[in-house]
């Protein structure tokens, strides 16, 4: 249970107000580069949310949350893909290939979207900068 507890102590810090470059936070990225791999997709989409809230922008521990988020996208349920997108859009994050996957599992992941996770990403594919052509079909 260590690893959910690590976690939520990142999610809760957040919610706290407090800032990215407190010490324990530092410390908690420090330690929580080497468990990232360890991390469900759940865990990742909140410590992403929990990092845009608290405006981290540590590259070394970004990059290596872009890879293991990566890997586990598929397991990513609508939540989390909606929490992820919006994190990325808050710390403008601009990993063009984890981007595209993020959407594509997004877009299979649709139908299981609820008011809130479609309502999450809109202003952060603004944020993106991301340019939408709509084609719909005749």
Same mark, same amino acid.
């Given at each position: 249970m260590l690893r959910p507890l690590a976690q939520q102590l990142l999610v809760q810090q957040a919610k706290l107000g407090h800032e990215g470059n407190e010490p324990f936070i530092i410390h908690w990225i420090l330690a929580a580069k080497l468990k990232l791999s360890q991390f469900n997709a759940q865990e990742l989409a909140n410590s992403?949310?929990?990092?845009?809230? @608290?405006? =981290? =922008?540590? #590259?070394? &521990? =970004?990059?290596?949350? !872009? @890879?293991?988020?990566?890997?586990? !996208?598929?397991?990513?349920?609508?939540?989390? @893909? *909606?929490? /992820?997108l919006w994190a990325a859009g808050t710390l403008g994050i601009r990993d063009e290939?984890? =981007? /595209? /996957? !993020?959407? @594509? *599992?997004?877009?299979?992941? !649709?139908? #299981? &979207?609820?008011?809130?996770? &479609?309502?999450?990403?809109?202003?952060d594919i603004i944020g993106l900068g991301l340019v939408l052509s709509l084609s719909y079909p005749v």
């Open positions: 992403m949310w929990a990092a845009a809230t @608290l405006g =981290i =922008i540590d #590259e070394p &521990f =970004i990059s290596h949350w !872009l @890879l293991v988020a990566k890997a586990q !996208l598929p397991k990513f349920n609508a939540q989390a @893909l *909606a929490t /992820s290939p984890f =981007i /595209s /996957s !993020l959407r @594509l *599992a997004a877009q299979v992941k !649709l139908p #299981e &979207f609820n008011a809130k996770d &479609f309502a999450m990403p809109c202003a």
